[in-house]
């Protein structure tokens, strides 16, 4: 008589995200900048609240390695992701995700003010701002809502914008660029892309 014998293996080695939830008090903040150097996605809404809500989750090899910092300065809130371990990681950008893989996700009251620089993020922005300023490296940046000012640059990435109001500067070098015709001309935005593909449509 034969017997089939079933291994289950059980799956130890596994480590979970690493998650991080955090409330801040948006009283006397009318900025943030994010340094997103190393974050994959970046997302940001807004809603009317007096608290910013910041989600993070890390994932990878060394994701117990990094946390993202938020420091408060006068009116600005700075956020960025840090190495605050002593282990020494590798700089392999062909294993980048092996390394550590981080997303941030913030829900802010509306018209503030928004900075983010990144190496390898693409940009979500959904809802009402001040002003924006958005320069990517290798990500794209989409934006549906409503802002006085915008300044959006990348250099790989795509550029895709949903608004109702629109006065636009757009070029993109090797890209093409697909713009609605705007009637209300209330906001400024400056897009420029290297490669990437621009695109304005007219909020209905």
Not at 6 to 19: D, M, T, Y
Not at 65 to 72: A, G, L
Not at 133 to 144: A, D, K, P, T, Y
Request: charged share 20%; aromatic share 6%; with cysteine.
């Amino acid at each position: 008589m034969a017997f089939l014998v079933l291994f289950i293996l059980s799956p130890l080695g596994i480590k979970a995200q690493n998650r991080l939830e955090k409330h801040i008090q948006a009283d006397g903040i009318s900025s943030i900048s994010i340094n997103g150097n190393q974050i994959f996605n970046i997302s940001v809404s807004t809603s009317k609240t007096n608290q910013i809500k910041m989600t993070s989750t890390l994932d990878g090899e060394y994701q117990n390695d990094f946390q993202m910092v938020s420091i408060k300065e006068s009116s600005s809130l700075k956020l960025n992701l840090e190495h605050l371990s002593f282990t020494e990681i590798p700089d392999d950008k062909r294993n980048a995700h092996k390394v550590i893989a981080a997303t941030l996700h913030l829900e802010i009251p509306e018209n503030l003010s928004l900075d983010i620089v990144s190496d390898i993020a693409s940009v979500d922005l959904n809802g009402k701002f001040k002003t924006l300023f958005i320069e990517l490296q290798q990500g794209q940046c989409s934006i549906h809502g409503s802002v006085e000012t915008t300044t959006v640059n990348t250099f790989d990435g795509d550029i895709n914008v949903i608004t109702k109001s629109a006065m636009i500067t757009a070029q993109s070098n090797h890209g093409n660029v697909v713009l609605d015709k705007f009637y209300d001309l209330d906001s400024i935005w400056i897009l420029k892309s290297i490669n990437g593909d621009i695109t304005v449509e007219k909020q209905i």
